[in-house]
């Protein structure tokens, strides 16, 4: 296998020089701003056309990760070569989140195979609830073939991501690539680093990820409540208080949701995942050591589990951990690459929902808030 990260910006173009990579690529992954993922004439574009046999996939993001550099605006990307892997990738549209297990339902049966190892989902951003498309995932795909990945990002706008396969990049598409062969290898590690505080609410009405009260009150109006001066941010704001969600009144610990958007009409909540109505969330806070920390065991359970030969990680971490780091951002990614150690080849980017199986007994899960590592490789 050969892997190389790249990245490119508008002062300095390429990193590296593309003529000097590997010809026989199998995957590109390129992860950068809505507006140079669609040009024609733009650097994604570039790399396509010089990796034509390669399979090509895309999306926006909330921050570019090129090995121990966050950037913004530009591109990144991945350059795959593999031995004796297969690459395939499948596309599929949502109008909207009623759509999302359909869409993640129609990724796994389209990348069904005997030999299939391990998916890759890239998701639009705002039109899915995350929830779903994991839960149709899980549906479609068999029970020992885990998906990793995230959905598109569009920095704190929340207005427009795109997703791509090949030429077709847009808003509303999900891309599966799928990973075949015995010598293929991914292992994968999500932590998060955010403290719960305040109360206990219940989930007394909601549709989905559509959260509309907690204990009977509008959910906005209480969200605002506690952000104070912040709300006039929101939904920007929000992610730096999401919601921590629990199965019961007495659960100490559950799956983080985060925000993107907000209805003054309904004083309702959009998140990136379900609620389920008689579940109980409390608000969540983090500093930026903690963040870093919780970057650091993210890679310490696949660190563990090395591949043997070249390997390539992605990393998905959430926009509102990059919001909480500030100036420091850097630092998670760096605590994920000393735990891998060198020659490891890292791209990623700042998501709005990171996927990573969430137990034992679940291939893939939406998580919020967290930094989602898959290490992936070929054994030699």
Same mark, same amino acid.
């Given at each position: 296998?050969?892997?190389?990260?790249?990245?490119?910006?508008?002062?300095?173009?390429?990193?590296?020089?593309?003529?000097?990579?590997?010809?026989?690529?199998?995957?590109?992954?390129?992860?950068?701003?809505?507006?140079?993922?669609?040009?024609?004439?733009?650097?994604?574009?570039?790399?396509?056309?010089?990796?034509?046999?390669?399979?090509?996939?895309? *999306?926006?993001?909330?921050?570019?990760? *090129?090995? +121990?550099?966050?950037? @913004? =605006?530009?591109?990144?990307?991945?350059?795959?070569?593999?031995?004796?892997?297969?690459?395939? &990738?499948?596309?599929?549209?949502?109008?909207?989140?009623? =759509?999302?297990?359909?869409?993640?339902?129609?990724?796994?049966?389209?990348?069904? =195979?005997?030999?299939?190892?391990?998916?890759?989902?890239?998701?639009?951003?705002?039109?899915?609830? &995350?929830?779903?498309?994991?839960?149709?995932?899980?549906?479609?795909?068999?029970?020992?073939?885990?998906?990793? /990945? /995230?959905?598109?990002? =569009?920095?704190?706008?929340?207005?427009?991501?795109?997703?791509?396969?090949?030429?077709?990049?847009?808003?509303?598409?999900?891309?599966?690539?799928?990973?075949?062969?015995? +010598?293929?290898?991914?292992?994968?590690?999500?932590?998060?680093?955010?403290?719960?505080?305040?109360?206990?609410?219940?989930?007394?009405?909601?549709?989905?990820?559509?959260?509309?009260?907690?204990? @009977?009150?509008?959910?906005?109006?209480?969200?605002?409540?506690y952000l104070g001066e912040l709300a006039v941010d929101l939904p920007g704001s929000g992610l730096l208080f999401p919601l921590q969600l629990l199965s019961g009144a007495a659960g100490e610990s559950g799956?983080?949701?985060?925000?993107?958007?907000? @209805?003054?009409?309904?004083? +309702?909540?959009?998140?990136?995942?379900?609620?389920?109505?008689?579940?109980?969330?409390?608000?969540?806070?983090?500093?930026? @050591?903690a963040l870093v920390d919780g970057a650091r065991a993210a890679a310490a359970s696949p660190a563990s589990r090395s591949i043997s030969g070249m390997a390539?990680?992605?990393?998905?971490?959430?926009?509102?951990?990059?919001?909480?780091?500030?100036?420091?951002?850097?630092?998670?990614?760096?605590?994920?690459?000393?735990?891998?150690?060198?020659?490891?080849?890292?791209?990623?980017?700042?998501?709005?929902?990171?996927?990573?199986?969430?137990?034992?007994?679940? +291939?893939?899960?939406?998580?919020?808030?967290?930094?989602?590592?898959?290490?992936?490789?070929?054994?030699?």
């Open positions: 296998m050969i892997a190389n990260s790249l990245s490119w910006n508008a002062v300095t173009g390429w990193s590296k020089p593309i003529t000097a990579l590997p010809s026989s690529a199998s995957l590109l992954l390129c992860f950068g701003s809505a507006d140079l993922l669609t040009s024609p004439e733009g650097p994604a574009a570039e790399l396509r056309r010089h990796f034509p046999g390669a399979v090509a996939a895309a *999306c926006s993001t909330a921050g570019e990760i *090129c090995d +121990s550099t966050v950037s @913004d =605006d530009g591109l990144t990307a991945l350059v795959l070569g593999f031995d004796r892997t297969r690459v395939r &990738g499948v596309c599929a549209t949502v109008r909207g989140s009623s =759509d999302s297990a359909q869409a993640g339902a129609e990724i796994g049966r389209g990348l069904l =195979d005997p030999e299939l190892r391990h998916v890759l989902v890239l998701s639009d951003g705002l039109l899915i609830n &995350g929830s779903a498309l994991t839960a149709g995932l899980r549906g479609a795909l068999p029970a020992d073939v885990a998906a990793t /990945g /995230g959905l598109a990002g =569009d920095g704190a706008r929340f207005q427009r991501t795109v997703v791509g396969l090949g030429e077709k990049i847009a808003a509303g598409l999900v891309v599966g690539i799928g990973f075949y062969g015995p +010598s293929f290898r991914a292992v994968y590690g999500s932590a998060g680093g955010w403290q719960a505080f305040g109360p206990k609410r219940r989930v007394t009405s909601a549709e989905a990820n559509i959260l509309y009260t907690l204990d @009977d009150k509008p959910a906005l109006a209480l969200y605002k409540r799956l983080v949701r985060t925000i993107l958007a907000v @209805d003054e009409k309904s004083q +309702s909540l959009t998140f990136a995942g379900d609620l389920p109505v008689g579940h109980y969330v409390r608000l969540m806070k983090a500093g930026t @050591d390539a990680a992605i990393l998905v971490s959430c926009v509102g951990r990059k919001l909480v780091l500030g100036q420091r951002v850097e630092e998670e990614v760096e605590a994920v690459l000393h735990q891998l150690g060198a020659g490891v080849a890292a791209a990623g980017f700042y998501s709005y929902g990171e996927i990573c199986p969430g137990s034992v007994s679940n +291939s893939c899960e939406l998580h919020n808030q967290t930094m989602t590592l898959t290490i992936i490789g070929e054994d030699v």
